[in-house]
């Protein structure tokens, strides 16, 4: 059968298979995870011969006919068992694997951790620094912004040193929330003692 297509396979298999039969196993000894099930077979052996002839050469001898015992419907019996993952494994008259387990999907790479738009602000005025000719129309169009966006972001930049060093070790989203683009650039337009102050109190809220 190795040798026949799919649907030759499935052809050859429905001559001769009358009829399947799967309920819960009685016994146990299934592994560990797994579930067992009885799996019966009933198999019509005169059909198989016949389907096998058209396509094997078989060496016939003579043999005592018996057309009622030929019509009886071969009944093969086995034990399956069905693991979590999706795998089907023979477990008589011998173990074998029927399937493999489905591929369980690779797992997404972690995201890369939040930063506060400070780091962007910082980037940006290093790029316009030691780039020449590059100025915050052409860095807008760059990163597919508008010129006052990136103006906004800049802004950062006048926040008193120790408010920009604390911004830039923020990871958590809540605090990214609490510490927003829009809070801390109306913080920057402030003197550097009254932002100080502000920012403690909105840091201990």
């Given amino acids: 059968m190795p040798t026949l297509s799919p649907a030759q396979q499935r052809d050859l298999l429905l001559l001769f298979l009358e009829r399947v039969e799967i309920r819960p196993a009685a016994k146990s000894g299934a592994p560990a995870g797994s579930r067992r099930i009885d799996l019966r077979l009933k198999v019509r052996v005169a059909r198989l011969v016949e389907g096998m002839e058209e396509r094997l050469i078989i060496d016939a001898r003579e043999r005592p006919s018996a057309p009622a015992a030929s019509a009886r419907p071969l009944v ?17 008259p011998f173990v074998h694997a ?5 591929k369980r999907r690779a797992n997404r790479p972690a995201p890369a951790p939040a930063r506060h738009p400070l780091h962007r602000a910082r980037s940006w005025q290093r790029r316009l620094e030691s780039e020449p000719g590059l100025n915050r129309v052409t860095l ?6 508008t010129p006052g966006a990136v103006t906004h972001n800049l802004k950062l930049l006048q926040l008193a040193p120790a408010i920009q060093e604390q911004l830039l070790n923020v990871t958590a989203f809540a605090d990214l929330r609490r510490f927003s683009l829009n809070r801390m650039k109306a913080l920057a337009e402030l003197p550097a003692d009254v932002q100080l102050s502000r920012f403690i109190t909105l840091r201990s809220a």
Avoid: F, I, N, Y
């Fill in 140 to 145: 807008a169009k760059e990163e597919g912004l």
């Fill in 76 to 92: 093969l019996q086995t034990d399956v068992a069905m693991t979590p993952a999706g795998g089907v494994e023979l477990l008589t």
């Fill in 98 to 102: 029927l399937s493999t387990p489905r």
